[in-house]
């Protein structure tokens, strides 16, 4: 029997900014500028596969990943240390 929507719950009508996820350049997890560590942060991977990933996609797009990293490192802004 339907009996309607579900109520989200408590949790879900809250809209606390403090639990957002922020995309940003990793300062502890880099290599060269952070980029691949802040991805897989954000994406909750591991670096090493994103990395791998970026250097797959560089090689199967003649070079086009490269220069989304590139734009990546000069858009995404650092992490603070806290």
């Known amino acids: 029997m ?14 606390n900014v403090d639990t957002a996820k922020k995309l940003r350049r ?3 997890d880099r290599m060269i500028s952070g980029v691949c560590g802040g991805w897989a942060e954000y994406l909750g991977a591991d670096a ?8 797959a996609a560089t090689i199967f797009t003649g070079g086009a ?6 734009a990546c490192w000069f858009i995404t802004p650092e992490d603070t240390a806290e």
């Open 26 to 28: 990793s300062s502890s």
């Open 2 to 15: 339907f009996t309607g929507p579900a109520r989200p719950s408590i949790d879900v009508m809250t809209n």
């Open 65 to 70: 990943a490269a220069l989304v990293y590139a």
């Open 48 to 55: 090493s596969i994103v990395r791998i990933a970026l250097v």
